[in-house]
């Protein structure tokens, strides 16, 4: 440790006041506060101690929450080429595979986006804040496995510096970061990650006849037109190769989709991880998935009674929880501290509308098969609107009372 | 008719180094000295005394030209040593070297039978009237103000606090005399609101003229204006005022026998002194003596007061007007390798994230300066509210303050808390934001415009 100390007081010098680097302190202070915790002291009025958990430590936990998602989502990819390929591959084979797919993106996203934020962090002389630890991830994470690199280092870009710094870095941002990369890349590069061709690498070999690269959402999609009800598509799909979309396939994850929002189950075990540490709020999580499952029920009541416009509608609303990119945009993007609702009664609102409009986009809307991107992001700018009517609720109580 | 207030927001710290019961015998301090800087609201400052002047306990020392009846007075008689000024002169200490024996300056005592003016204006010149503070704002209370009511907290829930029946034993009689002198000074109630997880002490539940209520809960359950806000909370307009335990007592022996006494106990606390318990000396006394051949690392903090609220005055400082308590702390200039990411039970934390289990932990905490983190900005959502038992959004409010926002300010609770409320917000926040200072700075925004 000693060594390392002395390493890194030796080139302080250089960043010093007045120094050669000087412009580049805060990336210096930046690096030498992740190898070791700053001696700060408190100062001399006020709290004398501070609590020992810090920004660090708290988004490290949201990392941490997320490996889960993301193993499984190396594994998966992997297991998905071979259901498509046709060809046989033992665990390790899928492993190797689906991580040579996945750590280009991981790679690419977390060096863009510190690259990029470093550069506002120079110029604006700020310190280097640990925002992107998260974000770096979740952007790999609701990427396809099959996108061009250059496309995640645009989308990453652009959601650091729009998404993000013009609004004057973490902790100021309005939309989530990681969303914003995915919702840039849809309406600017949809050919590369939207259809039925992007979510299974194939790695240049041919398909096994037969084969639909179609996710469990365009497949309930594709039901509704031509009249079959969605369970029954959703059982038969790939079922000659083994791999069908039952329910417990799609919670278990073992579907085609983004590299970690496969499984509800991961995303479950990260719930839980976020919960149990406090990180995240639970009421926004029991609020995404309820509100997910409710208008879900609403959906089959409308279809119960020949109102219904599409077969989607008549699907059992616990179908909603389990495919697509639901369970992981709840748990990990709908949850994101600086884009959600920061009062307590808004967070319930804020979770299960964006449920609600989830199940809203997916049913009715054919040009967007999957709704929770746009529900969260729709839901990000609503946010302060939500809080504006709870802090007035507040300020109104105090008002009354001073009247009564 | 007594109220009973259960909190459940809020965090008591279990820190090492408790202080108990009992009487140290340790060398008196010699010197003792008045801070103006205690005392937010002093505006301008003028000094009554030169160097080199002697002076009795109770003799006036300083006062606030924008408040001239109120004065500051010295706490022991002796010779004024020095008076001690900082950049643009800006008053910091006037230190008095102590005799051996204690005179005091011989007052009336007060007659509580007179009308109120005449009470108010013998207390505001007797030195005793500092002690009565103002709600909003906190500052020094105003003597042509008329309170809704009176609010006394009688117990401490800061972490490592004396406990007030020790420090008040003997002194049953002037508190009953304080109580009786401050019932004429308000048109509504006095409440003197006590522990409600333990017995109520004799102390408490023999006093007359007073409404008993009782809090129980983490801290900051003692803290007064938490129970104003359960009681009677203040609105814009409105104003309360707040006495602390020793406050009272000591306004009751000036209405009972005419002296300003500031003779005290405090209680000395905190993991770096071998020896702890209470010690008697007077109000400002200079710490050096107690912490003599009483410390145990080489590089401490020496804090007037609690971890949470109190200031750093070195080992060479005076204790604050207001302070009962004495914590010595290890500093914590130091960098730990991967500390934000390495597990463990013994750092204390009010969060649960990965490897911080502290919260397993039922033992006692030894903690020191360090702030584990750098500034940052507001990033969690949902922390400051578990903390403050308070019908207020403490983030919006911050943020309110931030923007300079004076509607906002009064809008969402500005008037109900100073930085004592907020000082448990400051120890959790993960950005490490300093919000006690933040919400000075507000209040003085509301204050001088």
Same mark, same amino acid.
């Given at each position: 440790?000693?060594?390392?100390?002395?390493?890194?007081?030796?080139?302080?010098?250089?960043?010093?006041?007045?120094?050669?680097?000087?412009?580049?302190?805060?990336?210096?202070?930046?690096?030498?506060?992740?190898?070791?915790?700053?001696?700060?002291?408190?100062?001399?009025?006020?709290?004398?101690?501070?609590?020992?958990?810090?920004?660090?430590?708290?988004?490290?936990?949201?990392?941490?929450?997320?490996?889960?998602?993301?193993?499984?989502?190396?594994?998966?990819?992997?297991?998905?080429?071979?259901?498509?390929?046709?060809?046989?591959?033992?665990?390790?084979?899928?492993?190797?595979?689906?991580?040579?797919?996945?750590?280009?993106?991981?790679?690419?996203?977390?060096?863009?986006?510190?690259?990029?934020?470093?550069?506002?962090?120079?110029?604006?002389?700020?310190?280097?804040?640990?925002?992107?630890?998260?974000?770096?991830?979740?952007?790999?994470?609701?990427?396809?496995?099959?996108?061009?690199?250059?496309?995640?280092?645009?989308?990453?870009?652009?959601?650091?510096?729009?998404?993000?710094?013009?609004?004057?870095?973490?902790?100021?941002?309005?939309?989530?970061?990681?969303?914003?990369?995915?919702?840039? @890349?849809?309406? #600017? *590069?949809?050919?590369? =990650?939207? !259809?039925?061709? %992007?979510?299974?690498? $194939?790695?240049?070999?041919? &398909?096994?006849?037969?084969?639909?690269?179609?996710?469990? @959402?365009?497949? #309930? *999609?594709?039901?509704? =037109?031509? !009249?079959?009800? %969605?369970?029954?598509? $959703?059982?038969?799909?790939? &079922?000659?190769?083994?791999?069908?979309?039952?329910?417990?396939?799609?919670?278990?994850?073992?579907?085609?989709?983004?590299?970690?929002?496969?499984?509800?189950?991961?995303?479950?075990?990260? &719930?839980?991880?976020?919960?149990?540490?406090?990180?995240?709020?639970?009421?926004?999580?029991?609020?995404?998935?309820?509100?997910?499952?409710?208008?879900?029920?609403?959906?089959?009541?409308? &279809?119960?009674?020949?109102?219904?416009?599409?077969?989607?509608?008549?699907?059992?609303?616990?179908?909603?929880?389990?495919?697509?990119?639901?369970?992981?945009?709840?748990?990990?993007?709908?949850?994101?501290?600086?884009?959600?609702?920061?009062?307590?009664?808004?967070?319930?609102?804020?979770?299960?509308?964006?449920?609600?409009?989830?199940?809203?986009?997916?049913?009715?809307?054919?040009?967007?098969?999957?709704?929770?991107?746009?529900?969260?992001?729709?839901?990000?700018?609503?946010?302060?609107?939500?809080?504006?009517?709870?802090?007035?609720?507040?300020?109104?109580?105090?008002?009354?009372?001073?009247?009564? | 008719?007594?109220?009973?207030?259960?909190?459940?927001?809020?965090?008591?710290?279990?820190?090492?180094?408790?202080?108990?019961?009992?009487?140290?015998?340790?060398?008196?301090?010699?010197?003792?000295?008045?801070?103006?800087?205690?005392?937010?609201?002093?505006?301008?400052?003028?000094?009554?005394?030169?160097?080199?002047?002697?002076?009795?306990?109770?003799?006036?020392?300083?006062?606030?030209?924008?408040?001239?009846?109120?004065?500051?007075?010295?706490?022991?008689?002796?010779?004024?040593?020095?008076?001690?000024?900082?950049?643009?002169?800006?008053?910091?200490?006037?230190?008095?070297?102590?005799?051996?024996?204690?005179?005091?300056?011989?007052?009336?005592?007060?007659?509580?039978?007179?009308?109120?003016?005449?009470?108010?204006?013998?207390?505001?010149?007797?030195?005793?009237?500092?002690?009565?503070?103002?709600?909003?704002?906190?500052?020094?209370?105003?003597?042509?103000?008329?309170?809704?009511?009176?609010?006394?907290?009688?117990?401490?829930?800061?972490?490592?606090?004396?406990?007030?029946?020790?420090?008040?034993?003997?002194?049953?009689?002037?508190?009953?005399?304080?109580?009786?002198?401050?019932?004429?000074?308000?048109?509504?109630?006095?409440?003197?609101?006590?522990?409600?997880?333990?017995?109520?002490?004799?102390?408490?539940?023999?006093?007359?003229?007073?409404?008993?209520?009782?809090?129980?809960?983490?801290?900051?359950?003692?803290?007064?204006?938490?129970?104003?806000?359960?009681?009677?909370?203040?609105?814009?307009?409105?104003?309360?005022?707040?006495?602390?335990?020793?406050?009272?007592?000591?306004?009751?022996?000036?209405?009972?026998?005419?002296?300003?006494?500031?003779?005290?106990?405090?209680?000395?606390?905190?993991?770096?002194?071998?020896?702890?318990?209470?010690?008697?000396?007077?109000?400002?006394?200079?710490?050096?003596?107690?912490?003599?051949?009483?410390?145990?690392?080489?590089?401490?903090?020496?804090?007037?007061?609690?971890?949470?609220?109190?200031?750093?005055?070195?080992?060479?400082?005076?204790?604050?007007?207001?302070?009962?308590?004495?914590?010595?702390?290890?500093?914590?200039?130091?960098?730990?390798?991967?500390?934000?990411?390495?597990?463990?039970?013994?750092?204390?934390?009010?969060?649960?994230?990965?490897?911080?289990?502290?919260?397993?932990?039922?033992?006692?905490?030894?903690?020191?300066?360090?702030?584990?983190?750098?500034?940052?900005?507001?990033?969690?959502?949902?922390?400051?509210?578990?903390?403050?038992?308070?019908?207020?959004?403490?983030?919006?409010?911050?943020?309110?303050?931030?923007?300079?926002?004076?509607?906002?300010?009064?809008?969402?609770?500005?008037?109900?808390?100073?930085?004592?409320?907020?000082?448990?917000?400051?120890?959790?926040?993960?950005?490490?934001?300093?919000?006690?200072?933040?919400?000075?700075?507000?209040?003085?925004?509301?204050?001088?415009?």
């Amino acid at each position: 440790m000693k060594l390392i100390q002395k390493l890194f007081d030796g080139i302080k010098p250089n960043f010093q006041k007045g120094a050669k680097w000087e412009k580049f302190h805060t990336l210096y202070e930046g690096h030498r506060t992740i190898v070791f915790a700053p001696d700060l002291v408190t100062k001399s009025k006020g709290a004398q101690i501070k609590d020992a958990t810090d920004l660090k430590r708290v988004m490290i936990t949201v990392v941490i929450a997320m490996i889960p998602a993301l193993l499984f989502g190396i594994l998966n990819i992997g297991h998905q080429h071979f259901i498509a390929t046709g060809e046989t591959g033992t665990f390790l084979d899928k492993a190797i595979f689906g991580a040579m797919s996945v750590l280009p993106i991981l790679i690419v996203s977390y060096a863009v986006g510190l690259a990029t934020e470093f550069t506002f962090c120079v110029i604006r002389n700020h310190p280097i804040s640990e925002g992107y630890l998260v974000t770096g991830m979740l952007i790999a994470l609701v990427m396809p496995p099959y996108i061009p690199l250059w496309q995640v280092a645009l989308a990453t870009i652009f959601a650091v510096v729009i998404g993000k710094e013009v609004f004057g870095g973490t902790g100021m941002n309005i939309l989530n970061v990681a969303m914003t990369a995915r919702a840039f @890349l849809y309406f #600017a *590069y949809p050919a590369q =990650i939207s !259809g039925d061709l %992007v979510w299974t690498s $194939l790695a240049d070999k041919p &398909a096994v006849d037969g084969f639909s690269g179609a996710t469990a @959402l365009a497949v #309930a *999609y594709n039901s509704s =037109i031509d !009249g079959t009800p %969605v369970v029954d598509a $959703l059982s038969k799909h790939n &079922a000659a190769m083994g791999a069908d979309y039952s329910f417990m396939s799609m919670f278990m994850g073992w579907i085609p989709g983004s590299i970690g929002e496969t499984s509800t189950l991961m995303a479950l075990i990260g &719930a839980v991880i976020l919960v149990a540490t406090g990180v995240a709020s639970w009421k926004i999580i029991v609020g995404g998935f309820g509100g997910a499952y409710a208008m879900g029920l609403v959906m089959n009541a409308f &279809a119960g009674n020949g109102l219904d416009v599409n077969q989607f509608m008549a699907m059992p609303a616990h179908y909603h929880l389990v495919m697509g990119g639901l369970a992981f945009g709840v748990v990990f993007m709908a949850t994101d501290p600086v884009s959600a609702a920061q009062t307590e009664l808004g967070k319930w609102i804020y979770g299960i509308l964006i449920g609600v409009f989830t199940v809203i986009i997916r049913v009715t809307n054919p040009a967007y098969p999957e709704g929770i991107m746009l529900a969260v992001l729709f839901m990000n700018v609503v946010a302060p609107l939500i809080d504006h009517y709870v802090v007035k609720a507040n300020k109104k109580r105090r008002l009354q009372r001073a009247t009564v | 008719m007594s109220i009973i207030v259960k909190l459940k927001k809020g965090f008591d710290l279990n820190l090492a180094g408790k202080a108990p019961l009992e009487l140290l015998q340790v060398a008196s301090s010699s010197t003792f000295a008045l801070k103006p800087a205690d005392f937010p609201g002093i505006q301008r400052p003028k000094v009554l005394v030169n160097e080199g002047d002697t002076v009795k306990a109770g003799t006036p020392l300083l006062l606030d030209k924008a408040m001239d009846q109120v004065l500051y007075a010295s706490p022991v008689s002796g010779e004024v040593v020095e008076i001690k000024r900082g950049e643009k002169r800006k008053l910091l200490e006037i230190k008095i070297l102590a005799d051996k024996k204690i005179t005091h300056e011989k007052g009336t005592p007060i007659d509580l039978s007179q009308n109120r003016e005449s009470i108010v204006a013998q207390l505001a010149a007797s030195g005793t009237w500092p002690h009565i503070i103002q709600r909003p704002y906190g500052i020094v209370a105003n003597p042509t103000d008329v309170p809704k009511a009176i609010f006394i907290s009688a117990f401490d829930s800061h972490p490592l606090a004396a406990e007030v029946n020790f420090l008040l034993q003997g002194e049953e009689r002037y508190f009953q005399a304080g109580i009786d002198a401050l019932a004429k000074l308000t048109t509504g109630k006095v409440h003197l609101n006590v522990d409600g997880s333990k017995a109520v002490p004799e102390l408490f539940s023999s006093i007359k003229q007073v409404q008993l209520n009782q809090f129980s809960g983490p801290h900051p359950a003692g803290n007064v204006g938490v129970q104003i806000h359960h009681l009677d909370p203040i609105n814009k307009g409105e104003i309360a005022w707040t006495v602390s335990p020793f406050g009272v007592a000591q306004i009751g022996k000036y209405v009972i026998e005419g002296i300003y006494d500031a003779s005290k106990m405090v209680a000395l606390t905190g993991s770096e002194l071998n020896q702890r318990g209470y010690v008697k000396t007077y109000t400002g006394a200079q710490v050096t003596p107690f912490l003599k051949d009483n410390t145990q690392a080489a590089h401490i903090r020496v804090i007037s007061g609690n971890v949470l609220t109190g200031e750093n005055v070195g080992a060479e400082g005076y204790l604050g007007f207001y302070h009962s308590q004495l914590t010595v702390i290890p500093e914590g200039e130091y960098e730990e390798f991967l500390g934000w990411l390495k597990p463990s039970a013994s750092k204390l934390s009010f969060h649960k994230a990965i490897g911080m289990f502290s919260f397993l932990n039922r033992g006692e905490f030894k903690v020191d300066t360090n702030t584990h983190g750098e500034e940052r900005p507001f990033v969690v959502s949902g922390v400051f509210e578990k903390v403050l038992p308070m019908d207020i959004l403490p983030t919006y409010l911050f943020k309110a303050i931030i923007t300079e926002d004076f509607d906002e300010m009064e809008e969402l609770g500005l008037y109900e808390v100073i930085e004592e409320d907020v000082a448990l917000c400051e120890f959790v926040d993960p950005s490490k934001n300093e919000l006690q200072q933040l919400v000075r700075q507000g209040i003085e925004l509301l204050m001088y415009s």
